[in-house]
């Protein structure tokens, strides 16, 4: 079985290439082991072998979602000054949903279709969150903030919302809003 670290026999890859399209367009419920292997010109006996399970092929998916969105997201970021480096999140944020994200975060989109807290994307999920909030905490200390960890929660929540509500089109530009708020919520934590 192919997991987490190994490197993809050509199989292996076009069927998570493949999953990672038909569950973010589809939705994870709406797409079943026949359609991935179909689409990914292999049997579902190769999929099984590659990955276990549609649970394992899940948890793969967002895996690696997120480890493209985590080098992405740092490398762009890192292009700022340190001063200006959690504002940065959100100028990347926009291009992101811009490319990658028409229908909101993946992650969410994800947690809303796998409530079974046993499910394994659920702990990638949590751990895609909680490194976000984390690495927002480590800007805002970069940036000279004394409290980071009550605005990182804030610029989380920004971050989250934006995303979100950019999925759905509810508003016009909900990332260079929430940006307009970090940048002021990012304002009063330097004048504390």
């Not at 990672?20 to 292997?37: K, T």
């Amino acid at each position: 079985m192919e997991a987490r670290g190994d490197v993809l026999t050509p199989a292996g890859r076009r069927i998570l290439d493949t999953a990672a399209e038909l569950f973010y367009g589809q939705g994870i419920h709406a797409v079943g082991v026949d359609l991935i292997a179909k689409r990914a010109g292999v049997t579902k006996k190769t999929l099984y072998d590659r990955f276990g399970s549609k649970e394992t092929l899940v948890a793969a998916y967002l895996r690696e979602r997120d480890e493209r969105w985590r080098a992405w997201l740092t490398a762009e970021v890192e292009k700022s000054p340190p001063a200006d480096r959690a504002l940065a999140t959100f100028d990347a944020l926009a291009e992101w949903v811009r490319r990658e994200n028409p229908r909101g975060c993946g992650f969410v989109n994800a947690a809303a279709e796998l409530p079974d807290p046993g499910h394994p994307a659920r702990q990638v999920i949590a751990d895609q969150k909680h490194w976000l909030r984390g690495y927002l905490r480590q800007l805002c200390e970069e940036a000279g903030v004394t409290a980071p960890d009550g605005l990182a929660d804030e610029l989380l929540l920004l971050h989250e919302g934006a995303t979100v509500l950019n999925g759905l089109s509810v508003a016009a530009d909900p990332v260079g809003t929430a940006r307009e708020l970090a940048e002021r919520a990012l304002e009063r934590a330097r004048a504390a």
